[in-house]
């Protein structure tokens, strides 16, 4: 007798654990399916909010290139060169104060005339190229830092022949898939990669090129 109560007992616990173990099962699976969901969607809003800190810094180093450009006649080759040409060279900048009205205008008047009869002003000044491109607040040592992070990113320049036979000064600024998403998601970081590889594209963000002559445009435009 003692041994079959012990036995009904056993069987009862069994019964209680079987039903625990398959309320935790059920949990697990309701929990993976949620993550498989949940898992590209947070990636992927992840992911574009660090994009688009990093486009806005890579058009910055754009802005400051082009202007480098037009004064050397070639980009910088160096994120300490750029920085340095950001914080100590100046460039003229046309403060304008007043407007031909259009009574002037129909009468002929130029802004030259305007301006020796104190109507209007036209001053000259220069200014620092970061306070101009970039703004008084913007932190030139960063330019060169993946936004929120610690890592860099990587530019060259190099000269292109074109189609008509022209020598052209070009510059690529980048910063790869692996190195402002790498925290996150192997898998979709490997996704992302496998597709930009199959594409014959850039595994990242970059602006400018040193394989084609692109204008200086970035792969998301």
């Keep these: 007798m003692p041994d079959e109560i012990n036995l009904k007992k056993i069987i009862q616990t069994m019964k209680v654990t079987f039903k625990?173990?398959?309320?935790?099962?059920?949990?697990?699976?309701?929990?993976?399916?949620?993550?498989?969901i949940m898992a590209p969607i947070?990636?992927?809003?992840?992911?574009?909010?660090?994009?688009?800190?990093?486009?806005?810094?890579?058009?910055?180093?754009?802005?400051?290139?082009?202007?480098?450009?037009?004064?050397?006649?070639v980009h910088a080759a160096s994120f300490?060169?750029?920085?340095?040409?950001?914080k100590e060279e100046k460039i003229p900048f046309l403060r304008k104060e007043g407007v031909l009205t259009d009574e002037q205008l129909e009468?002929?008047?130029?802004?030259?005339?305007?301006v020796k009869q104190g109507l209007i002003k036209r001053d000259t000044l220069w200014v620092i190229d970061k306070d101009t491109l970039l703004g008084t607040a913007?932190?030139?040592?960063?330019?060169?830092?993946?936004?929120?992070?610690?890592?860099?990113?990587?530019?060259?320049?190099?000269?292109?022949?074109?189609g008509s036979g022209y020598t052209i000064k070009v510059f690529e600024a980048s910063v790869s898939y692996d190195t402002y998403l790498g925290d996150l998601d192997k898998q979709e970081v490997a996704n992302l990669k496998d597709v930009a590889t199959k594409s014959n594209k850039f595994a990242g963000l970059k602006v400018g090129s040193l394989e084609e002559i692109n204008n200086n445009a970035g792969n998301w435009e």
Aim: charged share 30%.
């Design 20 to 36: 625990i173990l398959l309320v935790a099962a059920v949990v697990v699976l309701i929990y993976m399916c949620y993550r498989s």
């Design 42 to 73: 947070e990636f992927e809003q992840e992911r574009g909010a660090r994009e688009k800190a990093i486009i806005a810094r890579l058009i910055d180093i754009r802005k400051a290139q082009i202007e480098y450009k037009n004064k050397y006649k």
């Design 80 to 86: 300490e060169e750029l920085s340095r040409f950001l």
């Design 107 to 114: 009468k002929g008047m130029t802004e030259k005339e305007a």
């Design 138 to 162: 913007f932190n030139v040592e960063c330019l060169k830092l993946v936004v929120g992070r610690t890592e860099g990113l990587f530019m060259e320049t190099a000269s292109l022949v074109s």
